[in-house]
């Protein structure tokens, strides 16, 4: 059977008319902004003022560069530039443990012991799969 992939995933779903719930809620800011500013301040500086919001709000709504939006690089820009940038790499000192076999001995013999108590244990050589492996790949 054969299904289709969905595409455009990433895609924000249109919640209020042609805009994204994000895109309104820049533009509602900036809209209840030039409100009160409209009651506070003389016309001319209200005219200024909400020229300035809406443009910076039309830019945060709808202003992509290079596929990402103005908040998001924005946020980018902060932390690249409030995190340090100084990394140093210090090699941790630590312990190498010996490790010694130890074999089980029945009581009988206890008197003889083997030459090799108290050596390290020996590292075993490549697997029988690797091996194998190996004399397929050669030939």
């Not at 994204?20 to 209200?46: E, S």
Request: include cysteine; aromatic fraction near 14%; charged fraction near 20%.
């Amino acid at each position: 059977m054969r299904y289709t992939v969905p595409q455009f995933i990433e895609h924000e779903a249109k919640i209020i008319g042609p805009l994204t719930f994000k895109q309104f809620t820049y533009l509602a800011i900036a809209g209840a902004g030039c409100f009160v500013i409209y009651f506070t301040l003389p016309f001319y500086l209200f005219l200024i003022s909400c020229v300035v919001l809406g443009l910076g709000a039309a830019a945060f709504a709808f202003l992509k560069i290079g596929g990402r939006s103005l908040p998001a690089i924005i946020a980018n820009f902060l932390t690249y530039s409030l995190t340090p940038k100084m990394y140093i790499w210090r090699k941790k000192e630590q312990l190498v443990a010996k490790i010694y076999k130890k074999e089980e001995k029945p009581f009988s013999a206890k008197a003889t012991e083997d030459k090799d108590e108290g050596l390290p244990l020996k590292i075993a050589g490549k697997s029988q799969l690797k091996k194998l492996h190996t004399k397929i790949e050669t030939r």
